[in-house]
């Protein structure tokens, strides 16, 4: 396309997901810099497009609102209405599930595209995108469909920057949990959604106890009653125990502490996702999920992909009943640690 002056794109969740979108935008942004972008999300990774100054317009999708008949009926014609309140160059539909393809259906444009792998029947909607990289990484697929719309690509880029008055209150939060200026910390992302992607209480303790050794202060990330279950039972294993912020930080917030960390190490889950976005050097221990699809972008080589003949299975339970990742060893992260310092 010679010109966009409107671009609507749909990419709701999760978190994870929209980070690895979050390149599209910058990329229409560097082709079509007057372009409006309006991005249409679910509430969990609102911040992050607060954050982004390539979106000119965000548009929220309160899901949950509409699984009732009441609220569908409250909820449906108010946000149709928005929607469709400008005509759209092209829609880019990233999400490529049903719930991204009723959004598109309604919107108003000639050219809808989307990711290469669409489902249920949201190919139906907008075209799937099969560009160079469909058996790439994500974030190259997600890229796939703006190079359709003429973007040039010319650097990879995840436009984010955190507003200054809460990159103070995540420099108290972590002083409030005890951490001192001169040090430097690195930080744990303790859970994850899947329970097959969570590294060992185990191992993290026993990873948490050799960083002091190492004159670096462990920090625990998460969020949600396993990820606070699992801090707790770190804590009591450890010998010292690590700063524990799980719970304690909205997404701005944990976006700046990942900024400033040495190193990030954890599972394939949002906030580790965000810092080989912030590129910060990242170590992600995979297993149901596969690097080559998922893995740290740009920094590929920081997987640690766990040593089964079933890793890559893509699914959300082990069907062999066995710890995921209890395979991946405390000597085979220290080592990959000690090699990125």
């Not at 539909?93 to 809808?112: R, T, V, Y």
């Not at 995840?158 to 951490?179: D, N, R, S, T």
């Not at 690195?186 to 960083?211: H, P, Q």
């Not at 079933?310 to 991946?328: M, Q």
Request: charge should be neutral; proline fraction near 5%; aromatic fraction near 8%.
């Amino acid at each position: 396309m010679d010109d966009l002056k409107n671009v609507l794109i749909v990419k709701l969740s999760a978190i994870g997901d929209v980070i690895h979108a979050l390149p599209v935008s910058y990329a229409i942004k560097e082709t079509f810099p007057a372009a409006k972008v309006t991005w249409v999300v679910e509430p969990p990774a609102f911040d992050l497009l607060k954050m982004n100054p390539c979106v000119d317009k965000i548009i929220l999708f309160q899901k949950k609102e509409f699984k009732t008949f009441s609220g569908f009926v409250k909820k449906f014609f108010p946000f149709k209405q928005e929607i469709q309140s400008e005509n759209y160059d092209a829609v880019l539909d990233l999400q490529g599930l049903f719930k991204s393809a009723a959004i598109a259906f309604f919107a108003k444009s000639n050219i809808k595209l989307g990711i290469c792998n669409m489902r249920e029947g949201s190919d139906k909607v907008s075209k799937p995108v099969v560009g160079e990289n469909f058996q790439g990484h994500i974030v190259q697929r997600y890229l796939d469909t703006a190079r359709a719309i003429g973007c040039k690509v010319t650097e990879i880029k995840f436009p984010l920057q955190v507003p200054e008055v809460e990159q103070k209150k995540a420099a108290a939060i972590l002083q409030h949990a005890g951490f001192r200026e001169g040090n430097e910390y690195a930080v744990l992302a303790v859970g994850a959604n899947w329970a097959n992607k969570r590294w060992t209480v185990e191992n993290f303790s026993a990873l948490s106890d050799w960083l002091y050794d190492q004159k670096i202060i462990p920090v625990m990330i998460g969020g949600g009653d396993v990820d606070f279950g699992r801090a707790g039972e770190i804590e009591s294993l450890t010998e010292i125990p690590p700063l524990n912020l799980v719970g304690k930080t909205n997404l701005m917030q944990l976006t700046s502490i990942i900024q400033n960390a040495k190193f990030v190490v954890g599972g394939d889950t949002g906030p580790v996702h965000l810092a080989a976005g912030l590129k910060v050097k990242t170590i992600m221990l995979m297993g149901p999920t596969d690097a080559n699809r998922n893995g740290p972008f740009g920094q590929i080589e920081n997987a640690i992909e766990v040593d089964r003949d079933c890793k890559g299975c893509w699914k959300r339970t082990c069907p062999k009943n066995e710890d995921c990742l209890e395979k991946i060893s405390l000597d085979q992260v220290q080592e990959k640690i000690l090699q990125e310092l």
